[in-house]
């Protein structure tokens, strides 16, 4: 019994989970604290700026880097949830909280690196500001390919509705 609705046969909230957990430990709590360490740094280190004037140039080629990086998150997350996630139509549920699992640590990987370039930036330049907007970026980014319980039952059904045609995974 799944705690949306009543009619569904599947508990989403524990399919999410597992995923969901994942995702905010490398998306939202390891760069937070990252980059309060940065913040620290800066505003008790004063680090130097080591690549001069280069450091405007390398921020937009870093913000390039970090969109075509969202872009590819989204697109490879499409993909992923695309492929057949069920071993079978008696183990459903416990399929698609490994399957979504498999196919969002990926992502959530791809989209915690955005953020990398953000402290790559600061260890350059010492410039916290370039740094946060990086980071704030990695964090919409999650937000956008994040797995909602909405799409997920959409997910579950199409999943199931694949299984039923014998497309399974493993096959």
Known sequence: ????????????????????????????????ALLYLCHYAANNYFPENRIGELANSLFYLFAVVAVAQGALASWWRSKLFARPMITSLESVQQDMTKGLLRASRPVSLLVASISVWGYVYFLLTG???????????????????????????????RQKQMAEKGQLLGR
Do not use: C
């Not at 597992?18 to 390891?30: E, G, P, Q």
């Not at 980071?135 to 956008?144: A, E, G, K, T």
């Open 1 to 32: 019994m799944s705690l949306l609705s009543g009619d569904d046969e599947y508990d989403l909230h524990h399919i999410l989970a597992k995923s969901l957990y994942f995702a905010l430990l490398v998306n939202v709590l390891l760069p937070a």
């Open 127 to 157: 410039r916290f500001r370039e740094t946060a907007v990086l980071v704030l970026f990695s964090f919409i980014m999650y937000q956008v390919v994040r797995p909602r319980l909405g799409s997920l039952q959409k997910l579950v059904t």
